[in-house]
RNA sequence: GGAGGAUUAGCUCAGCUGGGAGAGCGCUUGCCUGACUUGCAAGAGGUCGGCGGUUCGAGCCCGUCAUCCUUCACCA
């Protein structure tokens, strides 16, 4: 293998092959027989209806870093893909395509449509495993599923028979969410409120043999045709005369009752209602109090019927304008008023959605609900990250309405449900009844959702409790979404896991926001600002890509697309492309594989990067664990950038520049160590670019993404290590405020050496025999400005006494007196800030000894260098 | 009407159990120093939305107000 890279980080060359080559190593096959630890994902199912946006790229990286870090733990991993039919969505698309050949799905017919439906399938799973690819996600693919499949089927027909038996789902006559345009069924959830300005039609409802009317108002005047009653509350005086009496269709003339219903507010418009049940949820009910007949007047296309009279045959917004102008000529109207208030949609097709008398199944919520509720109290219950998310689970299940889950679609799973055809006798189950000539299947498909709710069993091999796959990785680990489809998904899929396998079907749920435009706004077609992922990938690699969307917000908030963060995000590849590149270059063929950490000699800077390294991957290990992997990115970030590369690599300069070839030894195996521990830190959120770099100096042959996670190695005694640290940021310390005062361009190592200035750090340098090499050889501290120390300058550094560089010539002395002069107010200030609080008894008193402690030597620290910054101003000033 | 979120540097955002305000980008100044100008070094810039409260101590906890956003429900 080459073991030169480029000066320059190529993403696209770095990206190439990859993903074959670990498909062809098996390194995201999961075994469920296999001793380890389990740890299981299931992807959230995407829908086969398109592309994947950047939610999904946001999403699944997600779960791939979760993924890959486990698996890198040492847990047997499993990431499930899959796809999800999405029945409405997709047939929607389907048609769609249809439409542009001048056909409907009717002309085809229904297994015709299935077949197109499966083919529009197939072109799209393989644009989507596509995208997986790219993105890096290590799936394994012998365990792909899809909603429709053999085995998913039998469960949800499990599902819905068990259900139907223990007396959960139910058929039933009841108003729900049309969508004409599909020409289906809609759940609640489906509907998509939005505000529209409509207007509020008072209409005159004449008193039957009187010239006297009420007045009533209503957004929907079509639906008039099916009024069967006007109400008014019981104990409104305004009507009490008339209630009884029969009041006129005001576009038909047909006489209807007036009846009394507490439903009915008084202080709502004019207080008189129209009662249309077969037309809107509340009328139902009031319906049924009173016995009243449910006349539907629309087809289900969203034309008016036989009943509207004159207007049969219209499109029912038509139908309105025209009956509207028809009352007002005939002084029916009394007012028609602007009135902004929100319309149901269909979530697919955008259509008006109408209250619709219809005979759907139904899945009873209350029972379910309430268990689901109850089992958050108890040790089985789903963790929701950020916590603050359950609520919103919680609430939503104890206001739930059953759930109807017919759909009026060929592209699903077909209700197992069959009516005899002379009986009308109903019979629920798995398989056809044995004579099935004398029945007819009901023609109706499940709701997606119904199938995707069982998800993370039904892709185990689920209703096989018994099978491997179950018991291995069931219930799942992890589930990541968005908080957009907790109500659709998330809550499903536990109440039905509770319900068939006593389980939940996830330890945690991380749930994150949504990808937000540049400008703040959802991304959306419409709008036309969404970003294809794919775009970027092209421009900047997966890598980026996936670093910036799982490190730069915290878990459930939205996250804005940031083009100059993905950039920022490339630079910092490229710079460990780069302290790589370095790294390569000065190991002389040495690898990880060839290091042994055990009775070298440490300088300084080595105890420094190795205590620091440690302290790195305990605070990865441990944000990891929370999902806050913002955190994680800010320790790996700064401890690449600042601690490895602005420090180590600069120190190591050193010794690999001088003659101990002992030293140099130790320090490439630091390098080495430390290197590999970086790219293994970072292989879950960037596993191209590392596996790159881990082939080049790991010395092993498999991929870096079945290599093991970087353990937490303290190589000093606890002390020691710590004493280092601190060792080593004072010199950092010094050496910043040296850079401060000389303007001058230095190298950090000579730097180091000048600005030593008490007993301790002189010990400390003598220890350290490779920085020493060269202070010890004073011809080489020339300073690149030509300034050479003089030998009276080294004896007092040697001596310890306080060292004041000859700055003059170098130094602008005007604007280092401004410079310090600033710094000695600062100062002042610290010094004040201590002495205030240390004077306050109850500080003294209340807060933590340590704190008052540390306060105590701050103020010390701080008068110390106040004096210093102080005399060095007098000796400029003189 | 219910629930939730946001408000921190010019911009985009972090800030985990309360203990001296951070990052990236942008800006200023100086540098091609033997991995990296996609870089190096130094720096400026914040009464953490307002007002109260709890506390020795509040960006963080409590109350309240304001602005913006989500979501659920209702809307004859």
């Not at 009986?423 to 099935?436: K, N, Q, S």
């Not at 730069?552 to 780069?578: C, M, V």
Request: glycine fraction near 6%.
């Amino acid at each position: 293998m080459d073991k030169n890279l480029d000066t320059k980080y190529d993403h696209l060359k770095v990206e190439a092959g990859k993903y074959d080559y670990w498909l062809k190593q098996d390194s995201f096959k999961a075994d469920p027989t296999s001793d380890k630890p389990k740890y299981s994902i299931v992807i959230p199912p995407p829908n086969v209806t398109g592309k994947l946006h950047l939610g999904h790229a946001w999403d699944t990286s997600l779960q791939d870093i979760i993924v890959r870090m486990k698996r890198m733990q040492g847990f047997e991993t499993l990431f499930l893909p899959g796809m999800d039919h999405a029945g409405i969505a997709t047939q929607a698309k389907v048609e769609e395509r249809l439409r542009e050949d001048g056909i409907s799905r009717y002309d085809l017919g229904r297994e015709k449509f299935l077949e197109k439906s499966w083919e529009w399938k197939e072109e799209y799973a393989s644009v989507i495993k596509n995208q997986w690819a790219t993105l890096g996600l290590s799936l394994d693919y012998s365990k792909e599923r899809f909603t429709l499949d053999e085995g998913l089927s039998n469960a949800v027909k499990k599902v819905f028979v068990d259900l139907y038996n223990k007396g959960l789902i139910y058929r039933g006559e009841r108003i729900i969410n049309w969508d004409p345009a599909a020409k289906t069924a809609l759940s609640d959830i489906e509907v998509i409120h939005k505000e529209v300005e409509g207007a509020f039609y008072h209409f005159k409802y004449m008193i039957e043999g009187t010239s006297d009317y009420l007045e009533v108002a209503t957004t929907r005047p079509e639906t008039m045709f099916g009024d069967v009653a006007v109400a008014v509350h019981p104990e409104d005086n305004r009507y009490q005369h008339v209630v009884g009496k029969n009041v006129l269709l005001p576009g038909n003339g047909k006489p209807i009752p007036v009846i009394v219903d507490e439903y009915v507010e008084r202080d709502f418009g004019t207080g008189v209602v129209k009662i249309t049940p077969a037309h809107d949820p509340n009328d139902f009910e009031v319906g049924n109090r009173h016995d009243l007949a449910r006349p539907v007047c629309m087809h289900l296309n969203g034309t008016m019927n036989e009943l509207a009279g004159k207007y049969d045959g219209l499109d029912r917004f038509i139908a309105r304008k025209q009956l509207v102008a028809d009352l007002e000529a005939a002084g029916l109207v009394v007012k028609v008023e602007k009135h902004v208030h929100s319309v149901g949609h269909s979530e697919r097709t955008d259509a008006v959605v109408e209250p619709y008398l219809s005979t759907q199944w139904f899945v009873k919520m209350t029972e379910m609900a309430q268990r689901s509720v109850d089992n958050q109290k108890s040790d089985n219950k789903v963790n929701f990250v950020p916590n603050r998310f359950e609520h919103t689970f919680l609430q939503w299940m104890e206001n739930i309405h059953d759930w109807c889950i017919s759909r009026q679609l060929w592209w699903g799973h077909q209700i197992p449900a069959w009516y005899h055809n002379e009986t009308g006798e109903v019979y629920v189950g798995a398989d056809a009844p044995a004579d099935v000539e004398n029945w007819t299947q009901d023609e109706d498909v499940l709701d997606t959702w119904f199938s995707s709710a069982l998800w993370p069993f039904s892709t185990m091999d689920w209703p096989n409790e018994e099978a491997d796959m179950f018991k291995a990785f069931f219930p799942t680990s992890t589930l990541v979404t968005g908080y957009d489809i907790i109500f659709f998904w998330v809550s499903r899929m536990i109440f039905t896991s509770l319900e068939f396998t006593d389980e939940r079907p996830f330890e945690n749920v991380l749930i994150h926001g949504l990808v937000r435009a540049a400008d703040g706004r959802k991304m959306s077609k419409s709008l036309g600002n969404g970003v294809d992922p794919m775009d970027v990938v092209q421009k900047y690699g997966a890598d980026s890509l996936r670093y910036f969307l799982t490190t730069n917000s915290a878990p459930g908030q939205d996250l804005r697309y940031n083009e100059e963060k993905i950039e920022s995000t490339w630079n910092f590849i490229n710079k460990i492309w780069n302290a790589s590149r370095f790294t390569i270059m000065n190991l002389d063929g040495m690898t990880a594989a060839d290091v042994n950490l055990e009775g070298r000699t440490f300088n300084i800077a080595d105890k420094f990067i190795l205590s620091k390294l440690n302290a790195t991957i305990k605070a990865v290990n441990y944000n990891a664990e929370k999902f806050e992997f913002g955190e994680v990115d800010r320790y790996l970030y700064s401890f690449i950038w600042e601690d490895f590369c602005s420090w180590y690599i600069e120190m190591a300069k050193v010794p690999m520049s001088g003659v101990n070839e002992e030293a140099k030894t130790t320090t490439r195996m630091v390098l080495a160590y430390t290197l590999e521990a970086i790219v293994k830190l970072l292989h879950p959120f960037m596993p191209f670019v590392t596996e790159e770099i881990y082939g080049l100096i790991s010395g092993a042959e498999a991929s870096i993404s079945v290599s093991a996670w970087p353990e937490e190695r303290t190589f000093f005694e606890d002390e020691h290590a710590v004493a280092n640290f601190t060792l080593i940021s004072d010199i950092i310390k010094s050496v910043r405020n040296m850079r401060a005062e000389v303007e001058a361009p230095m190298s950090k190592a000579i730097r180091m050496y000048v600005d030593v200035k008490t007993e301790r750090d002189l010990g400390m340098l003598k220890e350290n025999a490779a920085y020493l090499e060269r202070f010890c050889n004073p011809s080489e501290l020339t300073l690149n400005t030509g300034l050479v120390l003089a030998e009276e300058t080294m004896s007092a550094v040697v001596t310890g006494a306080s060292v004041l560089l000859p700055m003059e010539g170098l130094v602008n002395v005007e604007a280092e007196i401004t410079r310090l002069s600033a710094e000695a107010k600062k100062l002042e200030a610290e010094v004040k800030r201590g002495t205030s609080k240390l004077a306050n008894e109850k500080f003294v008193s209340k807060a933590p000894e340590k704190l008052v402690e540390e306060e105590r030597a701050k103020l010390i620290d701080y008068e110390a260098k106040l004096a210093e910054v102080s005399a060095r101003l007098e000796a400029l000033k003189k």
